[in-house]
């Protein structure tokens, strides 16, 4: 898939103080692609950047093959955003406030305006005022004016805060469809990790300034801990982990939680291959890879320890973050 966006060794200070620090971001054709960081890491400073509302200090910015310095409003009109609350005439109706905003871009027909009406789901209330708008419509009529020009990268900051469930949803089938169906890339940053993870392909970390992984949602979940998170009910858990532990000591080197914090610097990832037990229902929770379970099944059965089930667990984005950032911060 070709990059949409494509950010290179962007800069930006206020005073003295630097607030984005050499990040470098893709986003492709028919993607969603997440932005998460803690509080003040810079994501909607980097939003305005990209979107030329703020001036860089350093770096690029290229939209569809457009530089935003040389080439700015070819660049623009690939792009569509919504920063922060997208600015409305609450005194007018959802189709009135669309009509004005066409008119800041060529070619916008009615057709056009009807298509996104109804790709957003506003039909039965488009000509209602927008001062009778719940938040979740305001946030779907601020999508439908970012994307009235057909844009090829749209960009949402923070557009599920103050979403109930509902609103939420919509909103994700909304962008969902816009990449996987429409081709549209995707840049959203939101503090909602669960939702992130249903919705986005790929995410960006962003702490401090500076951007210190992209991936996709499978391989930065694998990055939580050495192997694959396996549940394990057995008649004698204390058993279960010795006979683990024997097995991963013998088959294969384990870090310590110590010797993995030295590898990185920071104590950011979790230790590898390890077993430890549950002490609400007593089952044990073994970081081990695919392929032993059923060595490691067949150990314990050998050793008497009687196994009423295994059930694979699945990491979170959140689980990501924490692992990769060290914790410690307020996602936002």
Avoid: W
Avoid at 69 to 83: M, Q, S, W
Avoid at 306 to 332: C, M, Q
């Amino acid at each position: 898939m070709e990059n949409v966006l494509t950010v290179s060794n962007l800069n930006k200070y206020f005073g003295r103080r630097k607030i984005l620090d050499n990040i470098n971001l893709e986003v492709k054709a028919g993607e969603v692609m997440g932005f998460i960081g803690p509080n003040g890491a810079g994501k909607t400073t980097a939003i305005k950047v990209i979107l030329g509302f703020l001036s860089d200090d350093g770096g690029s910015v290229n939209i569809c093959g457009y530089d935003l310095k040389k080439d700015y409003e070819n660049a623009l009109g690939c792009a569509g955003g919504i920063v922060e609350n997208p600015d409305m005439y609450k005194q007018f109706s959802g189709m009135l406030n669309l009509e004005m905003y066409a008119r800041t871009h060529e070619g916008v027909t009615k057709e056009r305006i009807n298509e996104v009406v109804k790709l957003v789901g506003l039909e039965n209330r488009i000509n209602d005022k927008v001062k009778k708008y719940s938040l979740g419509m305001k946030q779907r009529l601020g999508v439908a004016m970012a994307l009235l020009h057909n844009p090829k990268l749209l960009i949402l900051d923070e557009p599920m805060n103050g979403l109930d469930p509902a609103g939420i949803k919509e909103l994700r089938d909304i962008v969902t469809t816009l990449a996987h169906e429409n081709g549209v890339g995707v840049l959203i940053s939101s503090h909602q990790l669960a939702e992130m993870q249903n919705m986005c392909d790929r995410a960006a970390i962003i702490v401090s300034g500076r951007i210190i992984c992209e991936d996709t949602l499978e391989a930065l979940n694998r990055r939580v801990a050495g192997g694959n998170g396996y549940v394990f009910e057995t008649g004698n858990p204390m058993k279960t982990i010795a006979v683990i532990k024997k097995y991963l000591a013998e088959n294969q080197p384990v870090k310590t939680a110590e010797a993995a914090q030295n590898d990185n610097g920071n104590g950011a990832a979790t230790a590898g291959p390890s077993a430890q037990c549950n002490p609400d229902d007593g089952s044990v929770l073994a970081q081990i890879e695919t392929k032993d379970v059923p060595a490691i099944v067949r150990a314990l059965v050998t050793e008497g320890v009687d196994v009423f089930a295994v059930r694979k667990t699945e990491n979170s984005l959140e689980d990501a973050f924490i692992a990769i950032t060290g914790g410690g911060n307020t996602v936002a």
